[in-house]
């Protein structure tokens, strides 16, 4: 099993410019995640997903948008990259378990600079 | 709103030094409680988790963490630390039986030889 994958795992962007990254699990998990990690601010949620065709607004949605169009395949979108959008993202999956038992898998993260 | 408070940013121990990473979170019902590490450069796993029963939890690599409901606290401990243990500290919560997790800030450890 490769568990949860991210691709790409390094890219620059120039401002103005939009880009799809990619995750993918293979653990038939029913929920996906997407966070991004900056220093001193530990991970916070961009958007998530219960299902297959199913998306949610997490903490930090605006400049994100996301696509679930197969189970194991959750997409963010940057439409219109900025330099705020510089981070570390992080995809993670879960199961889907009664009573918020949900312990989430990461995956390796895509590291983006937006110059 | 929940929230998850870690109020060490930055620990700096010698090997063989004992741990405590300190996590209080802000909700009255029901939590799950998570610790996860994130090596250098790695992604995040899990070292341990609680979610009823036994308060005292023990995780991997000798990690175990205490979950102290009157406190609303779940700190982190480790008897002995070793150089491997550097790395970045989460703790993180799911509420009300809910499907996302909260996250801390994050502590930093740094274990010198």
């Known amino acids: 099993n490769a568990g949860v994958t991210q691709t790409p795992k390094f890219r620059v962007l120039k401002t103005g410019q939009s880009m799809t990254l990619l995750c993918a699990q293979d653990?038939?998990?029913?929920?996906m995640y997407w966070y991004r990690q900056d220093p001193g601010m530990g991970l916070r949620l961009i958007h998530y997903s219960v299902g297959e065709g199913t998306t949610a607004k997490g903490e930090v949605p605006d400049g994100y948008n996301v696509s679930r169009l197969k189970k194991q395949n959750f997409l963010l979108g940057l439409e219109s990259a900025a330099p705020s959008q510089t981070s570390v993202y992080f995809c993670?999956?879960?199961?889907?378990?009664?009573?918020?038992?949900?312990?989430?898998?990461f995956g390796p993260g895509t590291r983006l600079t937006v110059l | 709103a929940q929230s998850v408070s870690q109020h060490n940013h930055h620990v700096i121990l010698s090997e063989a030094a004992s741990l405590e990473l300190g996590c209080n979170y802000s909700?009255?019902?029901?939590?799950?409680l998570f610790w996860y590490v994130q090596y250098p450069g790695q992604h995040l796993q899990l070292l341990l988790k609680y979610f009823s029963g036994d308060p005292l939890v023990k995780g991997i690599k000798g990690f175990e963490a205490e979950f102290i409901k009157s406190k609303f606290s779940f700190n982190l401990r480790k008897p002995s630390v070793q150089w491997s243990d550097t790395a970045e500290y989460f703790c993180?919560?799911?509420?009300?039986?809910?499907?996302?997790?909260?996250f801390g800030t994050g502590t930093q450890l740094k274990v010198e030889l």
């Open positions: 653990m038939n998990h029913e929920y």
């Open positions: 993670a999956s879960s199961y889907r378990l009664a009573g918020g038992r949900n312990e989430q898998f």
């Open positions: 993180a919560v799911i509420t009300g039986g809910g499907n996302k997790l909260t």
């Open positions: 909700y009255g019902g029901t939590v799950n």
